[in-house]
C-alpha cells in the first residue's frame, strides 16, 4: 500500500485483504480510523470534510470503525469478530466510497443530505454499497457478515429487523452475483 491509506496496525491486514477487491480505489486516499464510539453505526464512510467541494479525484475519505458496539444492551468487540465478517464489513464501507466516487460533489452533498433525512434514501444508500462489494466479487465475505447477524442468539430482532429492511437480503446477493456472471460469460 502507498500512502494513500492510513491504517491502524491492529487492522491493517484484513483491511488491505478488502482493498484487493477495489483496485479502482488504489489511488483513492483513505484513511482508516478506530473511534470509541459512533452514533448509530458500527462503521462508517464518507469524504472528508475538506475535500467535499474538490473535485473528485481529489477526494479524501475516511472510514470509522467504532471500537465496540452494542446490540440489544450486549457489547461487542469490533475488532475481535471473526476476520471475515470483519472484512465483509470493510467491504461493504468500501462500497459506499465507490459510490461516492461516482458523484459530483453537488449530487454529493445533496446525497449526504437526503441520507440523513430520508429512511426510504437510507436503503437505496445501503443496497448500493451492498452491491458494490458484489459487483467486486465480495459476496462470500457480505453473505459471512449478514449470516453473523442474523443468526446471532444475542443480536435483537429489532436489529435483525433493521438489517432486513436497508441492506441486501443473502437471496438478493446471490440473484446478483447470478446476474453478474452471467453478464461476464454473455462478454467473454
Partial sequence: MDNSKIIPEKIKEKVQHALRYYPQLNDVYIEFKIKKNIKKSTMQARPT???????????????????????????????????????????????????YQNRGKWNLIWFGIRYLFSENYIVKAE????????????????????????????????????????????????????????????LS
Avoid: C
Fill in 49 to 99: 470534510f475538506g475535500s467535499f467541494f474538490k473535485p473528485k479525484k481529489d477526494r479524501k475519505y475516511l472510514i470509522l470503525i467504532s471500537q465496540k458496539f452494542k446490540i440489544s444492551g450486549k457489547e461487542f468487540s469490533t475488532l475481535d469478530i471473526p476476520d471475515d465478517i470483519f472484512i465483509g464489513w470493510i467491504g461493504h464501507e468500501l462500497g459506499h466510497i465507490m459510490d
Fill in 127 to 186: 443496497r448500493a454499497a451492498d452491491n458494490f462489494a458484489v459487483q467486486h466479487k465480495m459476496e462470500d465475505y457480505i453473505l459471512k457478515t449478514k449470516n453473523f447477524i442474523l443468526s446471532h442468539a444475542d443480536i435483537s430482532e429489532v436489529y435483525k429487523n433493521r438489517m432486513r429492511k436497508y441492506y441486501l437480503s443473502p437471496e438478493e446477493i446471490m440473484v446478483l452475483v447470478a446476474e453478474r456472471d452471467k453478464m461476464k460469460e454473455v
